[in-house]
């Protein structure tokens, strides 16, 4: 039961004291948000700061969104909760490089600019197992 298998992480996540009152961020995939659906008790049509999130609702102070890129090995796909500071970001421009412009006396930069992400804090993260099915795998070997 996907509402059994969130509540189990929302407890896990409030024994390694993760705040109740902190917003969390709950990425699924269509098949999980599928089961979810009715027990949302917060639509995005009714929460326009949901909407403008990219949320399509809520549960238990969970935001819930719809994920197609969510990691599969060995036929189980995981579904997270996390909250806002459990992942960190980074991006810097690595390589910058002058150039002439072919059609005049102009000089143009071109710059390579290098993209990355950490789990900064694991205790902040919650994975579901979600079984995939031979024909979820069979699709996900041909992509």
Known sequence: NV????EEGLVKMYEKNVSPSETLNG?????M???LRKYLTELNTNNP???KRGAVGRYNMVDVFIENR???ASKVRY?????????AYAEQIDKVQA?????????????LMVYG???????EAYAIKETVDAADSAWLTRA
């Open 33 to 35: 948000y599928s089961e």
């Open 3 to 6: 509402v059994d298998a969130i």
């Open 117 to 123: 992400a950490v789990v900064a804090r694991p205790e």
């Open 27 to 31: 990425e699924f995939s269509p098949k």
């Open 49 to 51: 700061e949901l909407i």
């Open 70 to 72: 969510l990691p599969v």
């Open 99 to 111: 150039v002439s412009k072919e059609n005049g006396f102009a000089t143009k930069f071109k710059g």
């Open 79 to 87: 579904n997270f909760i996390r909250t806002n500071k459990a992942l």
